[in-house]
């Protein structure tokens, strides 16, 4: 008995000892929001609140203690973001991951982004604002990594700690660039279509523009099979560690259609969620300066932000920034290539990939005048057949850091204005309005033109010279609106109008979100903060109910059994909400998925109807080519003797769906709620691990929205019918001008990356609900409301 009790007391205090180790560990793992703390190379004290959500709030007596100040806090929140972004570039993710992350390095090494970082770098004013508020900002990141605080993530992998360089910062925004693209993933799609079937196949899909009616109004031949292409980009970019772009909301009310007279700006921009999430806020003020933003881990300037003068943000323009060319070797030497003017040798770069627990792995990539050869970078691609990658990004010059300095410091919109044309690439919509009543809105992007007989949907010709780029724009081509006579800008990532009788060439998104956003607002004309903030969480599609009356007219009623014909009844009366409680998506989601399965997959493939569900253009598709019944696609082309039509293939489709879903939810169509099929979680790297899931994860929650509503919780379609949601809105924020002192935001998730802070999922939940928290301006609340860290000059 004794020996009992002594073995439990030795238990019990072996827990308790391991509790307390956990309770010193939670302790240094921690931020600190609170204290005084000594840093290098900053002039004066400099005073740092952390408000009730984590946001600091940034006083100094001058920009580049500030900026030292802002580095340093980001990083003690960020540092694990910071170091998977820095990696992605430079191939440098196998050194922590181990292979599983080889295709990924491979292929973005291969890109030629970090060339073309460096050359960036060497074209910087050196002593310029941009270069010293930057140079400024790493060196408190850097400082941060002498004397903070190892984040667990680093522990559990091995990681070591190294310095931030402004090589990192630029190779950061390029990655966002190449995020934002879509031809990557759909002109090899679409080469494999034509090449196999032909251009009637490809009317469906509305490339030239022509699906796209509600526009963004302007005040101002080869054997070798593709799909490959495609595959590839879109596994790396789903199986990336940090989040690819994706698209966004955004609208501008000039002061005639709001109740106070003053400008609101609204923006949520789309990207993949992830845990932490993308984005960063901090304010910072100084006797010469104000701004609180939204900061990318590892970069200085916020992509979004405001003040008391102007309020900015973004949406992804969408525009056609790479084209594919295929080249062709000569025959007696592979290091040549066919050009218009005869042989011309490839360009070569040679890269070594570091890989945990195994050995080096070295790269030869050739580089053709378009740019680099794909078919050593991703898998499935002949080697005797190049296609290189022309992309916008690599081959003008880069002014990011110039451009985001610009944005986020000017003194006018005219200043604004020209900080947008610094930007090369990505194509942006950038959004802007100011406390003088101004609204507008400008393309970013070097935008260029083809011959009128070259198709950029497709895989161009590389050796005839007849496909080349034949003309850059001047920016004041690129589509824009300012102060238009309907009192409102606003982007959904749909098609600008035409200039100068030119539709510009992207892979746009339907006009859903676009048309439910213009249908809102110009039935109102006293919109205020209340009311935006009901309109940027509205989960009604304009056109799924007009899709829904197109589908149920080719059934046959008295062929439908009891539980069919009350899933029609729940349709019938259904106004396009995707909320909780709703059934109807559950039922559309489901018939809309086994419509496109029954109608393209036979003809695609099962990849490569994987892959055409990854691209915007099957969004336009579902709308219009229900409509056609002369459609080449509703055929079952494996059926002999055969020939199916659109009646078949829908109603096949229909009944499909209801007993998928009776085996899924039950016999009852009351049961088959929303909420029970469309659900979220914020996943970290390391959450992956089943062990490690709960502490790094955050969630799951069931949500509303849902795929091309304003609020846009998109999802993948999948056979199983529960629809994981891959992403939406990164932030919701509004800027109200009559009370720019309590603007409204919201994050997915926290502020903070660092698993043991408070402020690591403290969004969530407000969030999902469609609320929000203020963004503070007012001096005297954020001091009541905050903990206070002192930064004082560390003695030399």
């Known amino acids: 008995m004794k020996k009992t009790k002594k073995g439990l007391l030795i238990f019990l205090f072996l827990i308790l000892g391991l509790i307390g180790i956990f309770v010193i560990y939670d302790l240094y793992q921690k931020p600190k929001y609170e204290g005084k703390l000594p840093l290098k190379n900053i002039q004066k004290e400099t005073t740092v609140y952390f408000d009730d959500f984590g946001v600091p709030h940034i006083y100094a007596t001058n920009p580049k203690d500030a900026m030292v100040a802002l580095g340093y806090v980001h990083a003690q929140d960020r540092l694990w973001q910071m170091e998977l972004l820095r990696r992605i570039v430079p191939g440098r993710l196998s050194e922590i991951f181990g292979s599983v992350a080889l295709k990924n390095d491979k292929f973005f090494v291969g890109l030629g982004i970090e060339e073309a970082s460096q050359q960036a770098i060497k074209n910087l004013n050196k002593n310029g604002p941009a270069y010293q508020l930057t140079m400024a900002y790493l060196d ?30 630029y190779n950061i925004f390029g990655y966002m660039s190449f995020s934002f693209a879509m031809a990557q993933k759909t002109d090899p799609l679409l080469t494999d279509i034509r ?67 003053k400008v609101i700006f609204a923006n949520d921009p789309h990207i993949n969620f992830s845990q932490p999430g993308t984005w960063y806020e901090a304010h910072i003020s100084t006797p010469q300066f104000e701004l609180y933003g939204c900061y990318l881990a590892g970069t200085p300037f916020p992509l979004l932000g405001h003040n ?35 042989f011309q040798n490839y360009s070569i770069r040679k890269k070594t990939i570091k890989v945990k627990d195994t050995s080096d792995v070295n790269l030869t990539i050739k580089v053709s005048q378009h740019g680099p050869v794909m078919n050593d970078l ?15 990004y690599t081959q003008q010059p880069i002014s990011s850091i110039e451009a985001i300095y610009a944005i986020s410091h000017s003194r006018s919109m005219t200043d604004f204005q020209n900080g947008v044309a610094l930007i090369a690439a990505p194509g942006l919509n950038v959004m802007y309005g100011d406390a003088k009543g101004n609204v507008g809105w400008w393309a970013s992007g070097k935008l260029y033109k083809h011959n009128p ?138 018939w809309i998925y086994l419509y496109l399965k029954n109608t393209f997959q036979d003809e695609l493939g099962s990849d490569g109807f994987k892959q055409f569900l990854g691209t915007h253009i099957m969004k336009q598709v579902v709308a219009r080519q229900i409509l056609n019944v002369n459609s080449p696609w509703w055929d079952n082309i494996k059926t002999k003797n055969q020939k199916e039509t659109r009646t078949q293939i829908i109603a096949q489709s229909f009944k499909e769906a209801i007993n998928d879903l009776e085996k899924q939810l039950g016999k009852n169509p009351a049961d088959w709620e929303w909420k029970k099929v469309h659900i979220v979680e914020y996943e970290h790297p390391i959450g992956k691990i089943a062990l490690l899931r709960p502490f790094f994860n955050v969630g799951p929650f069931a949500v509303p929205g849902s795929n091309e ?32 002192e309590n603007s409204l935001g919201i994050l997915p998730t926290g502020q903070s990356g660092n698993p043991f802070s408070t402020h690591y999922d403290d969004q969530a939940e407000l969030y999902n609900a469609g609320k929000f928290r203020k963004m503070k301006m007012n001096k005297e609340e954020i001091i009541r409301t905050s903990t206070k860290l002192i930064f004082y000059p560390k003695k030399k």
Do not use: C, H
Request: charged share 25%; no cysteine.
């Open 709 to 740: 509503v304003i609020n846009n919780q998109y999802f993948d379609f999948v056979e199983d019918g529960f629809y994981k949601v891959k992403g939406g809105p990164s932030s919701r924020r509004i800027i109200d001008f009559s009370d720019i």
């Open 308 to 342: 008391r003068d102007y309020a900015y943000g973004l949406t992804m323009f969408e525009n056609d920034d790479v084209d594919f060319y295929q080249e062709e070797n000569n025959p007696k030497n592979s290091n040549q290539y066919i050009t218009a003017k005869g």
């Open 195 to 261: 090449n196999k079937y032909g251009m009637d196949y490809l009317k469906d899909f509305g490339i030239d523009g022509s699906f796209n009616t509600t526009r963004i109004r302007i005040a101002k031949q080869k054997s070798q099979e593709y799909t490959a292409i495609s595959k590839s980009i879109a596994s790396l970019l789903d199986q990336s560690p940090v989040a690819p772009f994706v698209g966004s909301n955004s609208w501008v009310i000039a002061p005639p259609k709001t109740k106070n007279k």
């Open 453 to 590: 007989d070259v198709n950029t949907n497709f895989i161009l010709d590389g050796t005839s010279g007849k496909e080349e780029i034949a003309t850059y724009l001047d920016f004041s081509k690129n589509p824009s609106g300012v102060n238009p006579d309907w009192n409102y800008v606003y982007s959904a990532n749909n098609q600008p109008e035409a200039i100068d009788g030119f539709l510009y060439p992207g892979y746009y998104l339907p006009e859903d979100r676009a048309k439910r956003i213009t249908q809102l607002l110009e039935e109102k004309s006293d919109w205020d903060k209340k009311s935006v903030s009901k309109m940027i969480v509205d989960n009604t599609s304009a056109i799924a109910p007009i899709v829904v009356k197109s589908l149920i007219s080719n059934l046959n009623f008295n062929s439908l059994s009891k539980t069919e014909k009350e899933a029609i009844t729940i349709l019938e009366g259904w106004n396009g909400s995707n909320n909780l409680k709703d059934v109807a998506p559950t039922i559309y989601n489901k």
């Open 140 to 169: 408190g990141i850097n400082q941060y990594i002498e004397q903070g605080t190892t984040p667990v993530e680093f522990q559990l992998l091995g990681v070591k700690k190294q310095k931030f360089t402004i090589d990192d910062v």
């Open 378 to 392: 991703l898998t499935g691609l002949k080697s005797d057949k190049p296609v290189a990658m022309s992309w916008i």
